[in-house]
């Protein structure tokens, strides 16, 4: 199943309590991003001062719908030392937050025990499960969606184990 933006964000706002989002990967394709990718590996860093130059359409929906009293957690399972794409990702974790997203870190080592999907996944109102799939570049392929109420029960007791275990996002240094 192909997804757009769109159709992603009508999807999130249709959420009415919660949307969590598990990722697990230490590298995703960067072809979208490869300027903020390089100009971080420059030097760049976002300045949390200048709100106005953050991307603003995925923290516009965030705070759209966190404003309805929906909560969106994130948490992201990571190898240590964590890799450059992840140390990226961790110096703009602050705009994630500040549109209302609640972010932890666990280091992989901690997560050795736990039962957990083969694919990042996102849980909708822990009933619908969207399963993002990419392939051994870290580049997105698609998304599989299921309503299966096993599966949903399945990734929201995985994603409750590692965000238990997680640390948060202030707290978390790379």
């Given at each position: 199943?192909?997804?757009?933006?769109?159709?992603?964000?009508?999807?999130?706002?249709?959420?009415?309590?919660?949307?969590?989002?598990?990722?697990?990967?230490?590298?995703?394709?960067?072809?979208?991003?490869?300027?903020?990718?390089?100009?971080?590996?420059?030097?760049?860093?976002?300045?949390?001062?200048?709100?106005?130059?953050?991307?603003?359409?995925?923290?516009?929906?965030?705070?759209?719908?966190?404003?309805?009293?929906?909560?969106?957690?994130?948490?992201?399972?990571?190898?240590?030392?964590?890799?450059?794409?992840?140390?990226?990702?961790?110096?703009?974790?602050?705009?994630?937050?500040?549109?209302?997203?609640?972010?932890?870190?666990?280091?992989?080592?901690?997560?050795?025990?736990?039962?957990?999907?083969?694919?990042?996944?996102?849980?909708?109102?822990?009933?619908?499960?969207?399963?993002?799939?990419?392939?051994?570049?870290?580049?997105?392929?698609?998304?599989?969606?299921?309503?299966?109420?096993?599966?949903?029960?399945?990734?929201?007791?995985?994603f409750e184990a590692v965000w238990e275990r997680g640390?948060?996002?202030?707290?978390?240094?790379?």
């Amino acid at each position: 199943m192909s997804q757009s933006l769109t159709d992603f964000a009508d999807l999130i706002r249709s959420v009415q309590v919660s949307a969590v989002h598990l990722e697990m990967r230490d590298t995703y394709g960067v072809e979208n991003e490869i300027e903020g990718f390089a100009a971080w590996k420059q030097g760049h860093r976002l300045n949390p001062a200048d709100r106005a130059s953050w991307w603003r359409p995925w923290l516009d929906l965030v705070q759209e719908v966190t404003a309805k009293g929906v909560v969106i957690r994130r948490t992201r399972i990571v190898s240590e030392p964590v890799s450059d794409y992840i140390a990226y990702e961790h110096s703009f974790t602050f705009t994630n937050i500040a549109g209302g997203e609640q972010i932890r870190w666990l280091p992989r080592r901690q997560a050795s025990d736990l039962t957990l999907p083969g694919n990042d996944c996102w849980i909708f109102d822990g009933k619908l499960v969207q399963f993002n799939v990419f392939d051994g570049a870290g580049r997105w392929v698609h998304t599989d969606q299921t309503d299966d109420p096993a599966v949903a029960e399945r990734c929201v007791t995985a994603f409750e184990a590692v965000w238990e275990r997680g640390i948060p996002h202030e707290k978390y240094t790379v």
